[in-house]
Nanobody, 117 residues
Framework: QVQLVESGGGLAQPGGSLRVSCVAS????????MSWYRQAPGKDRELVAV????????YYIPSVRGRFTMAINMANLTMSLQMNDLKSEDTAVYYC??????????WGKGTLVTVSS
């Protein structure tokens, strides 16, 4: 069974930084397509970044490109999203997702990021 556990959310000021993390198994990181999503209050959940599990390349949505960095550390089995130059519109619950080859999605419970002065 795929288990994803996020952590690291909190409060940051505009222009500040936060890192959110997602712990999963070695098998999950090697065989599933990993991504970060977020859901802002009153809005639909949206993709933030996704890693191509075959090439290792990472796609970022335009609004976070250059500010956010997704990485997977296989030594400690942690996927991170480093968020710099945070804006109020980055306020959301951040989720990690693992997609199986059969299209089944597994989600963590999410971690709240609030950007406010």
């Amino acid at each position: 069974q795929v288990q994803l556990v996020e952590s690291g959310g909190g409060l940051a000021q505009p222009g500040g930084s936060l890192r959110v993390s997602c712990v999963a198994s070695d098998y999950t990181f090697r065989h599933y397509a990993m991504s970060w999503y977020r859901q802002a209050p009153g809005k639909d959940r949206e993709l933030v970044a996704v890693r191509n599990e075959f090439e290792g390349s990472i796609y970022y949505i335009p609004s976070v490109r250059g500010r956010f960095t997704m990485a997977i550390n296989m030594a400690n089995l942690t996927m991170s999203l480093q968020m710099n130059d945070l804006k109020s519109e980055d306020t959301a619950v951040y989720y990690c997702k693992a997609r199986a080859s059969n299209g089944m999605d597994y989600w963590g419970k999410g971690t709240l990021v609030t950007v406010s002065s």
